[in-house]
């Protein structure tokens, strides 16, 4: 039982979390209909770099829909995109200012640090 | 689909140029050039820029520039931010360049060539801070939608050209009067030739103060095409999407200007405080007109080692959208004491303040150098993002470098 979980495990877990296609967007349920009616208009990396909840992300459809020319979407489309989106590109966690980024962090102290100057 | 037929086109064109196939040109960002043709560019050709910036979109394009790399003076044109709203023109003729000024609000509508604009009006050469309203957008919490800036969407080049107002006063302001909106040749994302991508403006009299600029060129060589060539304006220390590029047309308006990205949510906060993630009507909403007081570290360079005991160097860059900036102060302590740095005067109005510091670095360990900036009005920048707005404008919350001592 636990091994077939982890086998299981080994065949999904590499799928989503190493499954980046070249346009950077997570493959997952719905990624098709995002590349046909959201990447039509602008760069994917538009969607990455952004997060929100389904109703956010349902927002901007509308906004995008009132304001910037984007076509009527089939419910069900619209239902993959969203859920899509929430799910890959959900809220991040809340904070008045977070630690600085992982990339401006001097290295933890080692056995042999050096000193730039 | 005709986009990317003409841009493999144009990418053919290149590798003709070159005397090379451009490897990977498919996925050189729209408005980027290959280093080889790139080297020679002044005018109609994009900057090569400084392969430390950070491209966060590239459709349209918005690069930003980490703070170590914003330590000269005079920003390069290598290392300035660039944030298009649209598509910009691919070729602009300079020759057959025109800039009409019209508008309810003007008393002779007129279009001058570039030539008369240089011939007509007296040169002028300004530094002038131009940082993006979203800067610093990529703190808010909840989540503000748009470029998530860091803190490199700003820079601080020489700008050459003449002041918009003698243009403006050569045609005639009339009394009515209230704000300029411009329209610029960048085409809407969509193809939709009917509508801008963006046209923005300032009041009536931040059009007429004579650091307003409609610039030819940054930094003694003509204007990058990606900012802006053959024309655009200057407005220092307002938002810089007031800033339009590759601009054709300056409205003299007898109201506020209602062009696009002047309405709705865009570059526009609280009248009133809000608490985060509060909705807001959008008539309850008021236009940037000036960027708040601000500063960055340019030295030293976050997660760096240096040792501990000795004198650290800190140095960096203040500015001040509405005035100057009286004092900049520096911590290691996360904000408990604070040690006053030495300022320099700004080289003209609405250009950045050098400051420069000492600290030690007591122990081994790490610690966090920020700065803070205080305004003529006894305005300082806050430590924490400060007032949450929807589309995450104007947070200037202390500039936080990290240090490990050895």
């Known amino acids: ?117 | 689909m005709a986009e990317h037929a003409s841009r493999r086109a144009f990418l053919k064109r290149l590798a003709a140029l070159i005397g090379a196939p451009i490897v990977f040109g498919e996925f050189l960002p729209a408005g980027m050039l290959p280093v080889a043709l790139a080297k020679a560019s002044t005018g109609p050709y994009p900057t090569e820029k400084d392969r430390g910036l950070v491209t966060l979109n590239d459709r349209p394009l918005s690069v930003e520039t980490p703070a170590h790399l914003l330590d000269d003076r005079v920003t390069p044109a290598e290392r300035l931010f660039v944030r298009n709203n649209g598509t910009p023109p691919l070729k602009p003729d300079a020759a057959g360049w025109r800039l009409a000024i019209d508008g309810e609000a003007v008393r002779e509508s007129r279009t001058f060539s570039l030539t008369e604009l240089r011939d007509q009006f007296e040169p002028v050469s300004q530094q002038l801070v131009l940082e993006c309203g979203g800067n610093g957008r990529h703190e808010f919490q909840p989540p503000a939608t748009g470029n998530q800036w860091t803190i490199g969407a700003v820079g601080c080049p020489a700008w050459d050209g003449i002041r918009l107002r003698d243009v403006l006063q050569a045609c005639g302001v009339r009394e009515n009067a209230v704000y300029i909106g411009f329209h610029a040749a960048d085409r809407h994302l969509s193809g939709d030739p009917r509508r801008d991508a963006i046209s923005r403006g300032v009041p009536i009299a931040r059009a007429l103060e004579p650091e307003s600029m409609l610039a030819f060129g940054m930094n003694g060589h003509p204007l990058p095409l990606e900012h802006g060539y053959p024309l655009r304006l200057v407005f220092g220390g307002a938002p810089g999407s007031t800033s339009g590029k590759w601009v054709q047309r300056i409205s003299v308006r007898d109201r506020v200007h209602d062009g696009a990205k002047m309405g709705g949510q865009s570059y526009r906060v609280p009248c009133k405080p809000i608490s985060p993630g509060e909705v807001v009507e959008d008539d309850a909403l008021c236009i940037i007109e000036a960027m708040p007081v601000k500063s960055l570290v340019t030295r030293p360079q976050s997660g760096t080692l240096y040792k501990r005991a000795v004198p650290l160097p800190v140095r960096g860059h203040a500015w001040c959208g509405a005035s100057a900036v009286a004092r900049v102060d520096v911590s290691i302590d996360f904000g408990q004491r604070w040690h006053p740095a030495i300022l320099e005067p700004p080289v003209n109005r609405h250009a950045w303040q050098q400051y420069a510091a000492e600290v030690t670095l007591p122990t081994e360990g790490y610690y966090e150098v920020w700065a803070r900036a205080t305004d003529g009005d006894g305005r300082a920048q806050p430590m924490v993002v400060p007032g949450w707005n929807p589309r995450g404008y104007l947070n200037n919350a202390c500039h936080r470098v990290a240090i490990r001592a050895i």
């Open chain 1, 1 to 117: 039982m636990r091994s077939s979980a982890l086998a299981l495990l080994a065949l999904v877990v590499p799928a989503t979390v190493c499954g980046l296609d070249g346009d950077g967007l997570a493959e997952d349920d719905g990624v098709t209909d995002v590349r046909n009616h959201c990447v039509a208009c602008h760069s994917p990396q538009l969607i990455i770099q952004n997060r929100g909840s389904a109703n956010r992300w349902r927002e901007l459809i509308r906004w995008m829909q009132a304001e910037h020319g984007l076509w009527p979407l089939r419910p069900q489309v619209e239902t993959a995109i969203v859920t899509y989106l929430a799910r890959n590109y959900g809220p991040d966690e809340r904070s008045r200012r977070k630690p600085l980024a992982p990339e401006l962090m001097p290295p933890l102290p080692g056995p042999t640090p050096r000193a730039s100057k």
